[in-house]
């Protein structure tokens, strides 16, 4: 069924509609001729077939019949995976947009009486858009008098190409247009060649960027090479306690049979000692403690000095007493009158 006159949808023999576009190339019974050249799927030569026989073969090699050159005679059709076909074309054409560049000319404006600044921000604009690979295009516009002069306006777009050399050459010397002078100046690099270097030089920041992520991650990073492994199951958790309870036990076992050992080792080597380095011993210490009772029994036989008489107490002199303080005279009695 036509759609406009531009493309129709058609029953395939695997009973799939898909529509097909009048640009497209002929496949399966839209082929209209009786006899034509084959090709293959892997590009072999068939040679010159009925269209009858074409189609079962390519209905039995569940391909398509698609005819790839109707001008020849006969027309040349080959085997093929026609939804595979468009695929792999549309990808190829969307890779030619992606790598297709479109150069743009960036006009810039000029006064002949501008501002210092005004002049550095215009150039500015100038360097960038000519980095990027587009066309600059300064125009200065006069204004009354200022038509007269047009010598200034040629200094002022050669003083601007000498600040844009490093990125961009001229491509077209100043010229009059009406009311306006304009000059052209070109990129030294095209576009393409632009948006790769402006790529690399994003990819190599990322990366840069990156590098100093993971240098900082890893100054940061905890040495868990040493460290003693979680475990969320309670299960491993209850047998790793049950382990180190019986190595503890075992450890603790282990130093009581080395202890029991030392001390039956020290008792038989007391056992085997001779027996009469013991009787001299005993008797060093008899005659060692006899003298010493002797002096004991003679020191309580003896009889005990008298003790000396104290000497008498001496009496003490009496103290004087202290003699009367003289008092003040008595006033003597009035006589009576």
Not at 315 to 329: E, F, L, S, T
Request: one cysteine or more; a negative charge; aromatic letters at 2%.
């Amino acid at each position: 069924m036509a759609r406009g006159g531009l493309s129709h949808c058609q029953w395939t023999p695997g009973n799939e509609q898909q529509e097909l576009h009048i640009s497209d190339p002929r496949i399966n019974e839209r082929i209209r001729v009786p006899e034509v050249r084959l090709v293959g799927p892997a590009g072999e030569q068939v040679g010159i077939v009925r269209i009858e026989d074409a189609l079962r073969l390519a209905a039995e090699a569940d391909l398509d019949l698609v005819e790839v050159a109707p001008q020849a005679k006969p027309p040349v059709c080959k085997l093929m995976d026609f939804g595979k076909y468009k695929y792999e074309a549309a990808v190829k054409a969307r890779e030619a947009r992606k790598n297709q560049t479109n150069t743009v000319l960036k006009e810039i404006r000029f006064r002949l009486k501008i501002d210092k600044h005004d002049y550095e921000t215009k150039r500015g604009h100038a360097l960038r858009f000519l980095g990027a690979g587009d066309k600059v295009k300064a125009m200065i516009q006069f204004r009354g008098r200022e038509q007269q002069r047009p010598e200034m306006g040629i200094r002022l777009l050669q003083r601007f190409a000498e600040d844009v050399a490093e990125v961009g050459v001229v491509e077209s010397a100043p010229r009059i247009d009406g009311r306006n002078m304009v000059m052209v100046v070109g990129p030294l690099k095209n576009k393409a060649e632009a948006k790769a270097e402006a790529r690399r030089a994003a990819q190599r920041a990322e990366s840069l960027a990156q590098n100093e992520a993971k240098a900082r991650t890893e100054a940061e990073r905890v040495d868990t090479d040493n460290a003693t492994p979680l475990s969320n199951n309670l299960g491993e958790q209850l047998a790793e306690a049950l382990k180190q309870s019986e190595a503890a036990q075992a450890e603790v076992v282990e130093t009581e049979a080395v202890e029991a050992e030392a001390i039956e080792t020290e008792v038989a080597e007391a056992a085997e000692a001779p027996v009469e380095e013991t009787v001299a011993e005993e008797t060093a210490v008899v005659e060692t403690v006899a003298p010493v009772e002797e002096a004991v029994v003679v020191e309580e036989s003896a009889p005990k000095p008298a003790a000396a008489p104290k000497p008498a107490a001496t009496p003490r002199p009496a103290a004087p007493k202290a003699a009367p303080k003289p008092g003040a005279p008595k006033p003597s009695a009035r006589k009576a009158n």
